[in-house]
Nanobody, 118 residues
Framework: QVQLVESGGGLVQPGGSLELSCAVSGKIITIYDMGWYRQAPGKQRELVATVSGGGNTKYQPSVEGRFTISRDNAKKMVYLQMGNLKPEDTAVYYC????????????WGQGTQVTVSS
């Protein structure tokens, strides 16, 4: 079974930085996309950033220029470097994985809390 294990969340002051990591395990034939979503209290889950197998990245406009997503295919890991954090970034961050050959499957991590506060 495919599993995603997240780490790196915590409490940080505005303007600070954090790096989230997600380790993928299990039998995977082809990884299409990897990324991060987040959900703040009272709000819907939203895309933060994704990176394709070819290295193409997409960012939510509010984080573009502050966050950087990257992946290591050999280690089967995806990272989210977050800089210049704002209180609005406070949310539970979820690792995301899309795999498959003919039929695709999506997987999610359990989430890690990021709190930006003074």
């Amino acid at each position: 079974q495919v599993q995603l294990v997240e780490s790196g969340g915590g409490l940080v002051q505005p303007g600070g930085s954090l790096e989230l990591s997600c380790a993928v395990s299990g039998k995977i034939i082809t990884i299409y996309d990897m990324g991060w979503y987040r959900q703040a209290p009272g709000k819907q889950r939203e895309l933060v950033a994704t990176v394709s197998g070819g290295g193409n990245t997409k960012y939510q406009p509010s984080v573009e220029g502050r966050f950087t997503i990257s992946r290591d295919n050999a280690k089967k890991m995806v990272y989210l470097q977050m800089g210049n954090l704002k209180p609005e970034d406070t949310a539970v961050y979820y690792c995301y994985l899309r795999v498959g050959v003919i039929t695709v499957s999506d997987y999610w991590g359990q989430g890690t809390q990021v709190t930006v506060s003074s």
